[in-house]
């Protein structure tokens, strides 16, 4: 039988589709949390900080490493919406 052989290796393919779903899912679920702006905390002291004024990507290594989080969450969820075409 011709056709016999060609169905013993069909379920890896899709085991592996479901696993890169489920990583990427967690992936971009990750990278998006980090990108969330975080809880506000007064000091004992009782006063608070003026916040950051954006302002570009003038050598602030917190801006490089918002705009990193930024690339991998756009790739996460290119990759998961290519998984999901399969």
């Known amino acids: 039988h ?3 052989g060609a169905g013993s290796g069909a379920g890896g393919i899709p085991l592996l589709t479901g696993a890169l779903l489920v990583y990427y899912a ?3 679920l990750g990278s998006a949390g980090r990108l ?4 506000v905390m007064v000091p ?3 006063t608070l ?3 950051r004024t954006p302002g570009g990507f003038g050598g602030e290594s ?8 930024a690339c991998r969450l756009t790739m996460g969820i290119g ?8």
């Open 36 to 39: 969330l702006p975080g809880t």
């Open 62 to 69: 917190d801006d490089l490493s918002e705009l990193t989080t």
């Open 26 to 28: 967690f992936y971009v």
């Open 2 to 4: 011709a056709g016999h």
């Open 49 to 51: 900080h003026a916040p």
């Open 79 to 86: 990759m998961f919406a290519m998984l999901l075409t399969l």
């Open 44 to 46: 004992a002291g009782g």
